[in-house]
């Protein structure tokens, strides 16, 4: 009875007595939440658009980052450098439409996936070439990010909300509402989905693959810039970050590989859950569950709705 | 006064392999603009990999293609679509997740140019287009009478319907060229009485030049001008049905002959 109570009764009872560390608790699992479902965001996109799993998201988001603080440090000014990277991004989707996926294309799934472990690896060395392999520490206030915090007296207590947080969550948002508009009112969005559902199809209404290609690992760039930015103002730009990105794994098994919607609420629900998880029923297993708890709930929810929560279902007519 | 016939797209001498295999040899002939033209053939006559080469998707290695007047070199398939050429295909292939109407509005994609920022926004210039695209969709889903499936994904429509739209999606190009691959396989005789109209009523009304593959000879015979027929990849006869129809090579292709 005792780990019953423990486990369905305590936290609960914890969570209606303190609702002002329950609400700093929420809050923190969404801004965390916030930016897995911007990595995941990178992963739907190119995904969508070539069928191509992009096991490179995570360093590219990296490889951003450390461009960025990188020419800062050789004495570029921020918001130039920012351009730059920028531009860098588009001339890595341009290199990468035309070195490995038009060779590739047609290949199995498998052959396109193995690609992106290449890429993976080849930024890593570019990266560490370039800029050298130490931590950088992200240059947030060149860039105007806020720093500090606002403490908010409400639920009988104090929230602690961090500026920086803050503008995370509303650049994000932003960029998630820019990508949504972008993909579902213009022509190129149009294209995109068309593309998405069938290559030779797209081809005969005089869609260019190649064209729809740079812009999605381009756009993807964008994203992993953004992440970048905001993991590296949370801790250091290293090559360590990347595997951030793998907890953009049950972000996506849980919103479906294909939806955008899915990858920001996947993201937020993992964010809280984890955060939650990791507060209230951390203690009773010695604390630490934060790192597998994403896996645990996506898995959970595998067995439930395999497609995820917005995935497409797949109808096949037999 | 009767003028020659303006030739829309010709081949000459077009030979297409892989590997070893040798699917379209030394096949020359032309297309007029305005008449709808069949390609005939058994089975691995190479009908299909004709449209292929025709829109792009494949190369041949010997061969002129000429498409109004002007030979093309590897041409890729999104730019034979920007010069006119548009196509169906064998077996169905639709954007599944989109609706009726999405579907054909992709049709327009190469026609709307307008910033792109104006796009996302709806607004100014870029609204006018989406307006007046949507306006010519429409009136295309009214011609093929499909007006109630307008906002339907095509995924869960029935196979004539899926047709159909495909139909639309590539009529919605206002091509000058049109290619229909089988646009009337699977279907029952009441499908294949509308498709035959809509693609009449296309060539027609709308102006497009049509090259249909079709196995059904008997439709074959009514709607075309000119018949091509193809066999293991060379062409046998090229002529107005009637004549086709007689010919004794084409007769021994589809039914054998006697030794």
């Known amino acids: 009875m005792n780990i019953f109570s423990a486990i369905f009764v305590d936290p609960f009872a914890q969570m209606i007595s303190a609702p002002d560390l329950l609400a700093q608790t929420v809050w923190e699992g969404l801004v965390g939440g916030v930016l897995y479902s911007l990595i995941a965001l990178g992963f739907v ?34 918001w130039i450098a920012l351009g730059l990277t920028i531009a860098i991004m588009y001339g890595l989707a341009v290199s990468i439409e035309r070195l490995v996926l038009r060779p590739l294309v047609n290949q199995p799934d498998i052959i396109l996936l193995m690609a992106t472990f290449g890429i993976t690896y080849f930024l890593i060395g570019l990266g560490e070439l370039v800029f050298g392999g130490n931590p950088k520490t992200m240059i947030t206030q060149e860039l105007l990010l806020p720093s500090g915090a ?53 081809l005969s209404v005089g869609i260019s693959l190649n064209q729809i290609w740079v812009v999605v690992w381009f756009a993807a760039g964008v994203v992993a810039l953004a992440t970048g930015i905001m993991w590296g103002a949370r801790s250091d730009v290293s090559f360590a970050l990347q595997v951030v990105a793998l907890k953009a794994l049950p972000v996506l098994i849980l919103g479906g590989l294909t939806s955008i919607p899915g990858a920001i609420v996947g993201g937020l629900i993992i964010g809280v859950g984890e955060k939650m998880g990791e507060f209230y029923w951390g203690p009773l297993m010695g604390g630490g569950i934060e790192r597998w708890l994403a896996y645990f709930i996506a898995l959970a929810f595998l067995l439930f709705r395999p497609q995820g929560l917005f995935g497409e279902r797949i109808i096949e007519r037999i | 006064m009767s003028e020659a016939p303006e030739i829309l797209l010709s081949l000459e001498h077009v030979s297409l392999s892989f590997g070893g295999v040798r699917a379209i040899s030394d096949v020359s002939f032309d297309i007029r603009r305005g008449e709808i033209r069949a390609i005939i053939g058994p089975n691995g006559a190479g009908k299909t990999s004709m449209l292929n080469v025709i ?31 548009a196509r169906t295909f064998q077996n169905v292939a639709l954007f599944k997740g989109m609706t009726t109407l999405d579907n054909i509005m992709t049709g327009r994609n190469l026609r709307m140019n307008k910033n792109l920022f104006w796009q996302a926004l709806r607004h100014g210039p870029a609204l006018k287009e989406e307006i007046r695209h949507r306006e010519f969709c429409e009136e295309i ?114 039914l054998g002959v006697s030794h």
């Open chain 1, 45 to 78: 996109l190119i995904y969508k658009a070539s069928g191509v799993f992009n096991f490179a998201q995570g360093i590219m988001m990296v490889f951003a980052a450390l461009t960025l603080v990188g020419l800062h440090e050789k004495g570029v000014p921020a």
């Open chain 1, 150 to 202: 606002i403490d908010l007296s409400i639920l009988g207590g104090t929230v602690t909300l961090q500026k920086l947080d803050i503008a995370a969550a509303g650049i994000a948002l932003a960029m998630v509402a820019g990508l949504g508009i972008f993909f579902q009112k213009t022509r190129i969005g149009r294209a995109l989905r068309a593309v998405a559902d069938d290559h030779q199809a797209a």
């Open chain 2, 55 to 85: 829109n792009g998707f494949y190369h041949p290695q010997i061969g002129v293609i000429k498409f109004g007047g002007q030979a093309r070199s590897r041409m890729k398939p999104h730019e034979a679509a920007a010069q006119g050429i």
């Open chain 2, 141 to 254: 889903i009214d011609f093929l009478e499909i007006e109630a499936i307008r906002k339907t994904p095509v995924g869960s429509l029935p196979y004539g319907l899926q047709k159909r739209v495909e139909l639309g999606r590539a009529l919605a190009m206002e091509p000058k060229l049109l290619l229909l691959d089988e646009p009337m396989a699977g279907m029952n005789r009441e499908e294949k009485e509308d498709m035959s109209r809509f693609i009449v009523e296309a060539n027609q009304r709308l102006g497009a030049t049509i090259a249909l593959i079709e196995h059904d000879i008997g439709v074959v015979m009514d709607l075309s001008d000119r018949v091509v027929v193809l066999e293991y990849g060379r062409k046998i006869a090229d002529d107005v049905p009637d004549i086709v129809k007689a010919d004794d090579k084409v007769i021994a292709a589809y």
